[in-house]
């Protein structure tokens, strides 16, 4: 997010990274991403680090509440811990684990943040309220890339071989089930049903209903073409692998070592295609996953995710829209989304 939360302060942020034995020197807002609030924190031990404040409110397991999101969260950090320190698969950027305990002595949704924090559960994911949760990593050196670049024939094969390796790994306890029909595309629906009722949400609620209204044939179609794609897919009854869910170049750093995967939030069992989906829309492109795995991609569950990707993100923007909002820059990134994810359902 470019904007830092108004409900977040910064003596929450500094108590969270003490329970993770961190005493900041420097704290420096990274304005990076979507949905989540980044900084980047040198200790005063000249360690760096890459901390994260998830906003469970925007987090995919959000129709069942923050509550759950806050579950799915810990599952996705606990299996990419799992995944590095179990499986020995060094490109999984893994979070560290808090250092302190600290019991409450009421509910985290009605406790007082200030002076209390919820580590009591075995996670590196930290609740700071009842709806920031913060998670650190260990700073990396390197460049990354940005969603939508496209990587040369060379750099996807590696990225291939990554998910390959990922693919074939016994899943984790922790790993959760990533279901083919996401709760937030129910707000799509919901959206879709209430086109002839003022959206009273903000300043760009009315923009969002008339502009969802201009697109709303296209997109009960590609609801519809969801749908069949998803009776498609549970009839091929592929195996279920560990998915990292956003292997884009905007979640890869080029290390010294080679390619490094972030953001493992959204990790979860589902077919490979879930992955692959991000790195090419033809099956011939992705022959080296089949040459080191023996499984061929199919071309239907490639375009299932692709159209599920966006999907979600109007849902997203949906909510967005639909609840209480300002005019501020990040509200602008997501206009910019919005029309763009239903210009691409339109094409």
């Not at 071989?161 to 306890?173: G, I, K, M």
């Not at 492109?285 to 795995?293: F, G, K, Q």
């Not at 639909?322 to 919005?338: C, E, I, K, L, V």
Request: charge should be negative; glycine fraction near 8%; hydrophobic fraction near 40%.
């Amino acid at each position: 997010m470019k904007a830092l939360p108004d409900d977040l302060h910064d003596a929450t942020l500094l108590r969270g990274l003490a329970a993770y034995g961190i005493t900041p020197t420097d704290v420096t807002y990274a304005p990076v991403g979507f949905g989540d609030y980044h900084w980047k924190v040198t200790g005063d031990d000249d360690r760096h680090w890459f901390v994260t404040v998830s906003d469970l409110e925007h987090k995919e397991h959000c129709g069942a509440g923050a509550e759950a999101a806050l579950k799915g969260l810990r599952q996705a950090m606990d299996t990419a811990v799992a995944l590095r320190e179990r499986d020995g698969l060094r490109f999984v950027v893994a979070p560290i684990a808090p250092t302190a305990l600290i019991t409450p002595v009421t509910p985290i949704a009605t406790a007082d943040v200030a002076d209390v924090i919820d580590v009591t559960h075995d996670s590196p994911v930290i609740p700071l309220d009842a709806r920031y949760a913060l998670t650190v990593f260990p700073h990396i050196d390197g460049h990354t890339g940005e969603f939508g670049q496209k990587l040369d024939d060379a750099d996807r094969d590696r990225v291939l071989a990554l998910l390959a390796q990922l693919h074939s790994r016994t899943p984790p306890d922790s790993t959760p089930t990533t279901p083919l029909e996401p709760a937030g595309l129910t707000a799509v629906h919901t959206a879709l049903r209430d086109l002839a009722t003022p959206w009273p949400g903000g300043p760009l609620a009315e923009p969002a209903r008339h502009l969802l209204a201009v697109h709303a044939t296209a997109l009960r179609t590609r609801l519809a073409d969801f749908d069949a794609l998803a009776a498609h897919v549970r009839r091929r009854a592929a195996p279920l692998v560990v998915t990292h869910g956003e292997p884009h170049p905007g979640n890869l750093i080029q290390a010294d070592d080679g390619y490094l995967l972030v953001d493992w939030d959204t990790v979860g069992l589902a077919v490979p295609e879930r992955d692959l989906s991000l790195l090419a829309d033809d099956p011939a492109a992705l022959t080296h996953y089949t040459e080191l795995t023996g499984r061929a991609p199919d071309a239907e569950a490639l375009e299932l995710y692709r159209l599920r990707w966006t999907l979600l993100d109007v849902a997203e923007f949906v909510r967005w829209f639909r609840g209480p909002h300002g005019r501020t820059s990040d509200t602008q990134s997501a206009w910019d989304g919005f029309t763009g994810a239903l210009t691409r359902l339109a094409g």
